[in-house]
C-alpha cells in the first residue's frame, strides 16, 4: 500500500513540476470531498496541486427557487411534505422545511418507496415528493412513479429536482472556470450512467477524466492516474473503480429513467440556468408533475446576501473565504446550502479544518 502511494505522490510532483504552475483538479463529488478532508489527503498531495470542490453535492447545486417552491408548497394545508434529511435545514425565503415541520406536514423519509407509501396512508393529502439528487437517485424516483401510475395512486406528486452531471462539467469549463485542469469523476453517479459518459469532457476540452472509489487508496491512486496524463500532456478516459462502474454503466436503471424522464433545461446553484442539465417527468406521467398540477414556473433564484456557495461549487474560492464562513455560517446555523449537507463542501472545511487555505 505504501509504495502505490509512493508512486502516487511521484507521478503528482512530477506533473506540477512538468506544468510549471499550479495544478487544478476538481472533485466532482461530495462524497469525494468528505472523504479527501476525512483521511487527511490534502496533507499528503504537493502544495502546488490544488484539489477543487465542485458541484458535487446534489442538495448544494439546487436553486434557491426550488427551495422556495418547496416552501410554500409546506404552507398549504392539503399538501404533506416528503422528503429526504439532507434537505431539511437548507434555508429559504421565510425559513426552511424543519421550520415547518412544526405544522407536522413535512415528513422525512429514508427512500422513494416510504414517500409513495405515504401517499397510500394520506389518501386526503396531496404529497410531494422532493426528489433531489444526481443520476444516481433517479432510478429509485422512476420506479415510484411508475409504481403510483400502475396503482392509480393520484395523490403523489414528485417536484424532480434530479440533475445530470456531464452537462455541468460542460458548463463548468466553457463558462465559469476555465482553470480546472481535471476532473476527479464521480463514483457514485458513474455507477449508474458509465465511465464512458465522461468521453466527450475528454474529446471537446482536452481534459483528463478519471474515475475513483471513496477508499483513500483509490483517490489517491486516481490523482495519481491524473497526474500521470498532465505530465505527458495527455488526456485521457479512465476507471480505477473497476469493481462496480462499467465503460455501459448499468443500462437497466438508465432504461427506467428513460422510460419516465426527459432532458430539459434548469437552473443550478452557482452555475445558473443549464440546457438539457436536468430531468422533468415525460408527459405521460404529467399527473404526477408536481411543477404542472400546482402551476410552479421556475425562476432563477436568489443567493442570500453575503453567501458565496456559487463561487465555492464552480471551484472560484475555498469556503473560508467567504465572509459568513464559519462566523455567521455555521453547521448548527447555516445560511448557504454548501453549510448543511454533510457532503457540502463548506460542511468539510469546517468540521476537518481549513486546511491549505487559497492564498
Not at 154 to 160: A, G, K, R
Not at 268 to 280: A, D, P, Q
Not at 324 to 330: H, I
Request: contains cysteine.
Amino acid at each position: 500500500m505504501h509504495e502505490r502511494i509512493d508512486k502516487a505522490q511521484r507521478l503528482m510532483d512530477a506533473a506540477c513540476e512538468a506544468m510549471g504552475r499550479q495544478v487544478n483538479i476538481m472533485e466532482g463529488c461530495g462524497t469525494h470531498t468528505v472523504a479527501i478532508f476525512r483521511n487527511g489527503i490534502r496533507s499528503i498531495i504537493p502544495k502546488q496541486l490544488k484539489l477543487l470542490s465542485g458541484p458535487g453535492c446534489p442538495v448544494c447545486v439546487t436553486d434557491q427557487s426550488y427551495i422556495d417552491t418547496v416552501l410554500q408548497l409546506a404552507d398549504r394545508d392539503d399538501c404533506l411534505i416528503a422528503t429526504y434529511g439532507d434537505m431539511i435545514r437548507v434555508p429559504g425565503k421565510g425559513g426552511s422545511l424543519e421550520t415547518k415541520q412544526s405544522k407536522t406536514n413535512v415528513k422525512v423519509v429514508m427512500s422513494s418507496e416510504d414517500a409513495l407509501q405515504l401517499a397510500r396512508d394520506n389518501p386526503e393529502k396531496k404529497v410531494v415528493f422532493v426528489a433531489v439528487g444526481f443520476e444516481t437517485t433517479a432510478p429509485a424516483t422512476a420506479v415510484v412513479i411508475k409504481e403510483a401510475a400502475a396503482g392509480s395512486i393520484d395523490n403523489f406528486f414528485v417536484l424532480t429536482g434530479h440533475k445530470l452531471v456531464v452537462p455541468a462539467m460542460r458548463t463548468l469549463l466553457s463558462e465559469k472556470n476555465h482553470n480546472i485542469d481535471a476532473f476527479l469523476c464521480p463514483g457514485h453517479v458513474s455507477v449508474i450512467i458509465g465511465y464512458g459518459a465522461f468521453a466527450e469532457i475528454v474529446e471537446d476540452f482536452a481534459r483528463p477524466c478519471v474515475v475513483a472509489g471513496f477508499e483513500p487508496l483509490q483517490i489517491v491512486e486516481g490523482l495519481g492516474e491524473i497526474c500521470r496524463q498532465l505530465s505527458a500532456g495527455k488526456a485521457e478516459l479512465k476507471s480505477i473503480y473497476t469493481a462496480v462502474v462499467t465503460e455501459r454503466g448499468n443500462t437497466s436503471a438508465q432504461k427506467v429513467i428513460d422510460e419516465c424522464f426527459e432532458p430539459a433545461d434548469g437552473y443550478w446553484r452557482g452555475l445558473g440556468n443549464i440546457e438539457k442539465s436536468t430531468l422533468k417527468l415525460k408527459d405521460q406521467y404529467a399527473q404526477f408533475d408536481a411543477s404542472r398540477q400546482f402551476n410552479i414556473t421556475e425562476t432563477p433564484g436568489e443567493e442570500t446576501k453575503g453567501c458565496r456557495c456559487g463561487e465555492v461549487l464552480c471551484g472560484l474560492i475555498d469556503p473560508p473565504q467567504c465572509g459568513l464562513f464559519g462566523k455567521s455560517c455555521t453547521p448548527q446555523k447555516p445560511i448557504g446550502a454548501c453549510m448543511v449537507s454533510s457532503e457540502g463542501s463548506c460542511s468539510a472545511w469546517f468540521k476537518y479544518g481549513q486546511q491549505r487555505k487559497r492564498k
